[in-house]
């Protein structure tokens, strides 16, 4: 089964503090994605990236940043973390196929619980 | 604009009873959408996905739903829910895997399913 590892399941950060979110698939996928999750709006994409060193902005990206230096892994920074980021953030993989009986379906992590105080 | 909408944001079924999850959407392309389920505590994972063919689509856990374009629904449905069954309910909407492009998935705000024993 395809895995998709989020390094830290709970955080708790100080407003400043620059906060770094590990995210590693192990299937070999080319696209891999950062969304937030809050009660009452469901999953927004914070970025996404097609490719080593590639990104692009989701519809929240102001107050992020990404790095994807390896194929397998995607990383999303918080440059100073504020209380309004306090939040949970899902990494999300696939492959791009154009068969689509398994193309663009996302595998997801288990999630990272930020709270900034 | 593309937008998914979960009319329900609470449900409460008894065990055995029948389900209907409402999810409809607004999409300018041939829309691939999808059903993922969250349990507590975990990430995202995927129900069932329809991209074209038969409106009527298989997942697992024994859950369907039927694509209605008419309508721009997609709604999800079980003949008996079971107590494991209670968890988060996401639609979601991308773009065909026909039409090129990198899947940016739409989420809706999510439907939280709780059942009675």
């Known amino acids: 089964d395809v895995k998709v590892t989020q390094s830290s399941r709970y955080l708790v950060k100080r407003t400043g503090e620059k906060v770094f979110l590990e995210c590693v698939q192990d299937m070999d996928h080319e696209n891999m994605f950062w969304y937030r999750q809050d009660p009452g709006l469901g999953l927004r994409l914070i970025y996404f990236?097609?490719?080593?060193?590639?990104?692009e902005k989701g519809d929240i990206p102001e107050g992020y940043s990404v790095s994807r230096e390896k194929k397998e892994r995607f990383s999303l920074i918080l440059e100073s973390a504020s209380t309004n980021q306090t939040s949970m953030y899902l990494c999300?993989?696939?492959?791009?196929?154009?068969?689509?009986?398994?193309?663009?379906?996302?595998?997801f992590g288990a999630g990272s619980r930020l709270t900034v105080l | 604009a593309q937008s998914v909408t979960q009319p329900d944001i609470h449900i409460t079924v008894s065990e055995g009873a029948s389900l209907e999850l409402r999810c409809n959407y607004s999409y300018g392309a041939t829309p691939y959408l999808f059903w993922y389920v969250q349990s507590p505590g975990q990430g995202l994972q995927l129900l069932l996905k329809?991209?074209?063919?038969?409106?009527l689509v298989q997942g697992i856990k024994g859950f369907e739903a039927e694509f209605k374009r008419s309508q721009s629904s997609f709604n999800l449905r079980k003949p008996s829910v079971h107590w494991s069954d209670a968890a988060e309910y996401f639609c979601?909407?991308?773009?065909?895997?026909?039409?090129?492009?990198?899947?940016?998935?739409?989420f809706g705000a999510g439907t939280r399913l709780a059942v009675h024993p």
């Open positions: 979601a909407v991308g773009s065909s895997p026909f039409s090129g492009g990198y899947n940016k998935l739409i």
């Open positions: 999300a993989s696939s492959f791009w196929d154009q068969n689509p009986s398994g193309a663009n379906v996302l595998t």
């Open positions: 990236s097609y490719d080593v060193k590639m990104k």
């Open positions: 329809y991209f074209s063919g038969d409106t």
